[in-house]
């Protein structure tokens, strides 16, 4: 019998809650360690998970033995911590925006690539089953080649979002990192590498410092064409979290899409994976009907999926999935695009 991995996780707020949820519930591995600013919140979080609490990662990783770090901490910090765990060998989860700007996330990539150790980015949506469901029609005959996708992630987060975390309303923050990030890597997954940008953001909804709406336009490297709506402050269902239904906390729709995806003999409403398609090559018409089907799918936590994946990743039997330059090319393509609002021109992004 191998012994539990023994698991750290610094930033139990949002996402890191259900991180620690997963760890604790998970018979392979042990939730040792927490650390967090002292504040009694966090204290009683640890206390109740039956952890030691910790204020500072390097006294906590130097006082206790450990095989793997969870990072959801605040992005503004997660390059100092996730280059201690390379400095130390150990492997880390780092949720996304892997670092708070490219050119960290690029020092990090090469010092875990130089170290030796695998750093694994937290895009948990690739591990849904949606996606693979998706995946499979897309490089179908059905579908054929791929010519243009739209995508959309318009929801309203109420004040004590920001309340509860000022730090989301600052540089840092905001739904370009926080939420598109998301959507780059399951763009890159669909459509391949993204090559050219074009972008334009609003600001005078919440008139904060980041933008709170913004829409793209996109050219994949393999010549097929996008667009792209982001907002976080639309009274809208037309997003990921709330068509997925992957999350019981968000109002759930799910006969709506949040992306359509059109090929040359086929498309599909993503995730409520309706699909239509030509029955041959020589139906291909708009005066033609179309075959239509709703694709069959085997639902299960992909948060949960990752973990085990991590543990797999710890102890050598897997590759990250979505490795620490998966990460760095989802931030690049952020990157072109706050680049492309700033000076209102497309931006190259594979330059």
């Given at each position: 019998?191998h ?14 809650k ?5 760890l ?7 939730l ?28 906590a990783l130097g006082?206790?033995?450990?095989d793997?770090?969870v990072?959801s901490?605040?992005?503004?910090v997660?390059?100092d ?15 996304k925006?892997?670092t708070?700007?490219l050119?960290e996330?690029e020092?990090l ?6 170290k030796?150790v695998?750093?694994l980015v937290?895009h948990?949506r690739?591990?849904?089953?949606l996606?693979d469901?998706a ?8 579908f ?7 995508g ?5 987060k109420?004040?004590h979002?920001f ?5 989301r ?10 939420n598109l ?8 997954e669909f ?15 919440r008139?904060f410092e980041?933008?709170?709406t913004?829409?793209?336009?996109l050219?994949?490297?393999?010549g ?5 709506l ?13 068509t997925?239904g992957e ?9 709506e ?18 699909a239509?398609?030509y029955?041959?090559a ?6 033609k009907p179309?075959e ?9 936590d ?8 991590f ?7 897997e ?6 330059d ?6 690049k ?10 000076s209102?021109c497309?931006v190259?992004?594979?330059r």
């Open positions: 019998m012994k539990n991995l023994r698991l750290l996780l610094s930033g139990p707020g949002l996402i890191g259900t991180h620690a949820r997963i604790k519930a998970n018979e392979n591995c042990d040792v360690a927490i650390v967090a600013p002292d504040h009694e919140e966090n204290r009683a979080t640890t206390s109740k998970l039956g952890a030691k609490f910790y204020t500072d990662l390097c006294t006082s206790e033995r450990i793997g770090v990072l901490s605040p992005n503004t997660h390059f911590q996730a280059m201690e765990c390379v400095t130390r060998g150990i492997p880390a989860l780092v949720e925006p892997m708070n700007c050119e996330a020092q990539v090469d010092a875990a690539k130089e030796g695998p750093l937290g948990h690739t591990y849904s089953a996606l469901t995946l499979d029609f897309l490089r179908s005959e059905k054929g080649h791929f010519v243009a996708l739209q959309t992630a318009l929801f309203y109420p004040d979002y309340e509860e975390g000022p730090w309303a600052l540089e840092g923050g905001g739904p370009l990192l926080i990030i998301h959507e780059v890597g399951l763009m890159r459509g391949g590498e993204i090559a050219t940008v074009h972008a334009f953001a609003g600001y005078d909804v008139q980041v933008e709170d913004a829409a793209i336009t050219r994949f490297k393999n097929a064409l996008g667009t792209f982001l907002s976080d402050a639309a009274a809208s269902s037309k997003s990921w979290e709330m997925s999350n019981s906390a968000y109002a759930h729709f799910p006969q899409a949040c992306y359509h995806f059109a090929g040359t003999n086929g498309s599909l409403d993503f995730p409520s994976m309706r239509k398609y029955a041959t020589q139906d291909r018409s708009w005066w179309f239509e089907t709703t694709l069959a799918f085997e639902p299960h992909p948060l949960v999926a990752q973990i085990n994946h543990l797999d990743v710890i102890r050598g039997t590759r990250p999935r979505v490795s620490a998966d990460g760095y090319r989802n931030m393509v952020v990157d072109a695009i706050r680049r492309s609002i700033c209102g497309a190259d992004v594979l």
